[in-house]
């Protein structure tokens, strides 16, 4: 019903930036929330950075005052600007959305970028 495909990822030395973008497409008008989250091996997958409809972000403590999510004003796409990059940002990214359907809420999934962050 929601489909997300993801691109952006890559090898970037320490210190650099990125941009993931993230499309959605078949039931938009139910999408209620969009954010995009990580998994590094070993670890379980953690929330990077939320947005609501409303324009409202909020964003992990690792990732504050250097990555920056938004949407477009059709709410279609959604991006995370990655600035400052660190090793320790290594991980797959997943963008995520939230639905609204008869039975309840909804989740979807991107298929997943590769970010390594390497010197």
């Known amino acids: 019903q929601v489909q997300l495909v993801e691109s952006g990822g890559g090898l970037v030395q320490p210190g650099g930036s990125l941009r993931h973008s993230c499309a959605a497409s078949?039931?938009?008008?139910?999408?209620?929330?969009m954010g995009w989250y990580r998994q590094a091996p070993g670890k379980q997958r953690e929330l990077v950075a939320g947005?609501?409809?409303?324009?409202?972000?909020d964003y992990a403590d690792s990732v504050k005052g250097r990555f920056t999510i938004s949407r477009d004003s059709a709410q279609t796409m959604v991006y995370l600007q990655m600035n400052s990059l660190k090793p320790e940002d290594t991980a797959v990214y997943y963008c995520n959305a939230v639905s609204e359907v008869r039975t309840g809420s909804a989740s979807h999934w991107g298929q997943g970028t590769q970010v390594t962050v390497s010197s």
């Open positions: 947005i609501t409809n409303g324009g409202r972000a």
């Open positions: 078949g039931s938009i008008r139910s999408i209620n929330y």
